[in-house]
């Protein structure tokens, strides 16, 4: 697996395929698609398939591709991560949570990063940031792991200046601030950013990113980001990665997933002029 930066302008879309799992996982909620079962399977032309959704993000001109494998497997399966590691030509991100099985599986495919981020059984997507704070020292233990075998680790944390000075003594690579606030702010608000909550957000987004920066960590961000809403977040100074998800494989629906993705590379390139 090569990992080849491109020349976009401004951040690399890391976009997050989990969702055509989502679909697929709907249609075959039963289906054995970890590949643990020996010869052919009547499902391994499930669709639709997480990998191929990769490839048309990658002609797209993503320059990253996120899977979080969750625990209870409800989109991605290990099957899944181990095929994207075969044939993902770009940066390769999985996010995951700090959990010792999470760990050993990271050391034995060795994805180019791991995002780590919290999890919960009852929610339907990651919300809240990681409380890095709260378990540095174990963190850091992961970290150490992770950069042994030669993975860069990011932390998913809120745009707090506690989190973020957290995560540089635990000696995260990354930080990806959860976006996730100024997008329900942006969406509740009409995209007003001149005065009231999102631009309050926005201005939180702001500070947390020149702290992240100031203590030599790369900057990403996240969650909830749209075509109407990234342009903000993508001219944020030193911003280098926004992975996005479900809001690009909602629009794949109507226009296909390969110009869906250009649609929103063209708008954070737009934004970063």
Same mark, same amino acid.
């Given at each position: 697996?090569?990992?080849?930066?491109?020349?976009?302008?401004?951040?690399?879309?890391?976009?997050?395929?989990?969702?055509?799992?989502?679909?697929?996982?709907?249609?075959?909620?039963?289906?054995?698609?970890?590949?643990?079962?020996?010869?052919?399977?009547?499902?391994?032309?499930?669709?639709?398939?997480?990998?191929?959704?990769?490839?048309?993000?990658?002609?797209?001109?993503?320059?990253?591709? =996120?899977?979080?494998? $969750?625990?209870? !497997?409800?989109?991605?399966?290990?099957?899944?991560?181990?095929?994207?590691?075969? =044939?993902?030509?770009?940066?390769?991100?999985?996010?995951?949570?700090?959990?010792? *099985?999470?760990?050993?599986?990271?050391?034995?495919?060795?994805?180019?990063?791991? /995002?780590?981020?919290?999890?919960?059984?009852?929610?339907? =997507? =990651?919300?809240?940031?990681?409380?890095?704070?709260?378990? $540095?020292?174990?963190?850091? !233990?992961?970290?150490?792991?992770?950069?042994?075998?030669?993975?860069?680790?990011?932390?998913?944390?809120?745009?707090?200046?506690?989190?973020?000075?957290?995560?540089?003594?635990?000696?995260?690579?990354?930080?990806?601030?959860?976006?996730?606030?100024?997008?329900?702010?942006?969406?509740?608000?009409?995209?007003?950013?001149?005065?009231?909550?999102?631009?309050?957000?926005?201005? /939180?987004?702001?500070?947390?990113?020149?702290?992240?920066?100031?203590?030599?960590?790369?900057?990403?961000?996240?969650?909830?980001?749209?075509?109407? *809403?990234?342009?903000?977040?993508?001219?944020?100074?030193?911003?280098?990665?926004?992975?996005?998800?479900? *809001?690009?494989?909602?629009? *794949?629906?109507?226009?296909?997933?390969?110009?869906?993705?250009?649609?929103?590379?063209? /708008?954070?390139?737009?934004?970063?002029?």
């Amino acid at each position: 697996m090569t990992h080849a930066r491109g020349d976009t302008l401004g951040p690399r879309l890391g976009m997050n395929i989990d969702h055509v799992a989502t679909v697929r996982n709907a249609r075959y909620k039963d289906a054995k698609l970890d590949g643990n079962v020996t010869g052919a399977s009547p499902f391994a032309h499930a669709e639709p398939d997480p990998v191929r959704a990769a490839h048309e993000a990658e002609l797209g001109g993503a320059l990253c591709i =996120t899977a979080h494998l $969750r625990e209870d !497997r409800r989109h991605v399966r290990d099957r899944d991560i181990e095929r994207l590691i075969e =044939t993902v030509r770009v940066k390769f991100n999985l996010e995951m949570a700090a959990t010792e *099985s999470m760990v050993a599986l990271a050391e034995k495919t060795r994805p180019h990063m791991c /995002t780590l981020v919290p999890e919960g059984r009852e929610e339907v =997507t =990651t919300e809240g940031g990681l409380d890095v704070a709260g378990q $540095r020292d174990r963190l850091a !233990r992961i970290v150490r792991r992770l950069q042994t075998v030669g993975v860069r680790s990011s932390a998913f944390i809120d745009a707090n200046e506690t989190q973020i000075r957290a995560a540089a003594d635990a000696g995260f690579d990354a930080c990806e601030l959860h976006t996730g606030p100024y997008a329900i702010a942006f969406a509740h608000t009409g995209g007003e950013l001149h005065t009231g909550p999102a631009h309050a957000e926005l201005i /939180t987004l702001q500070n947390a990113g020149a702290l992240v920066r100031e203590l030599g960590m790369q900057l990403n961000a996240g969650h909830g980001l749209t075509v109407a *809403s990234v342009g903000p977040v993508a001219r944020i100074e030193g911003m280098e990665e926004l992975h996005i998800g479900h *809001s690009i494989v909602a629009r *794949s629906i109507y226009i296909g997933m390969r110009a869906a993705v250009r649609e929103m590379v063209d /708008t954070i390139s737009a934004a970063a002029r």
